[in-house]
C-alpha cells in the first residue's frame, strides 16, 4: 500500500519559516521524482517545488525561498520554506511521480496559513 504522509503544517506569521516533511512507503522511493504541490482557496492545484535525480525545480513565486530536498535512507521528502508570505497559504500535498510510467500518488495534505 503506498502511503504518502505529510507533517509539519500550521499556522506562522508573515516572514516565518516552516518545514513540511513527507513520509512515503510502499514504493521504489529512488524511482520517483517527489513534489510539493499546494492549493490556495479558490484556486487551482499548483506545483511548488520538484526534486528529480539532482534536478529541482520551482515554481517563480517560491524560489530563493522555499528549499525541496530528499533522504533517500529515510524515505522523507521536505518543503523548507523561508520568508513566508500570506500568499502562500495553502494546502500543500506531497506527490511522487514515476519517472517511467508516470504514475502519481498523492498525500492527505497539510494545511500551512501564514497570517498575522
Known amino acids: 500500500q503506498v502511503q504518502l504522509v505529510e507533517s509539519g503544517g500550521g499556522m506562522v506569521q508573515p516572514g516565518g519559516s516552516l518545514r513540511l516533511s513527507c513520509a512515503v512507503s510502499g514504493i521504489i522511493f529512488s524511482s520517483y521524482d517527489m513534489g510539493w504541490y499546494r492549493q490556495a482557496p479558490g484556486k487551482q492545484h499548483e506545483l511548488a517545488a520538484l526534486i528529480g535525480l539532482g534536478t529541482t525545480t520551482y515554481a517563480g513565486s517560491v524560489k530563493g525561498r522555499f528549499t525541496i530536498f530528499r533522504d533517500y535512507d529515510k524515505n522523507m521528502v521536505y518543503l523548507r520554506m523561508n520568508s513566508l508570505k500570506p500568499e502562500a497559504t495553502a494546502v500543500y500535498y506531497c506527490?511522487?511521480?514515476?519517472?517511467?510510467?508516470?504514475?502519481?500518488?498523492w498525500g492527505q495534505g497539510t494545511q500551512v496559513t501564514v497570517s498575522s
Open positions: 506527490t511522487a511521480v514515476h519517472r517511467t510510467s508516470g504514475a502519481v500518488y
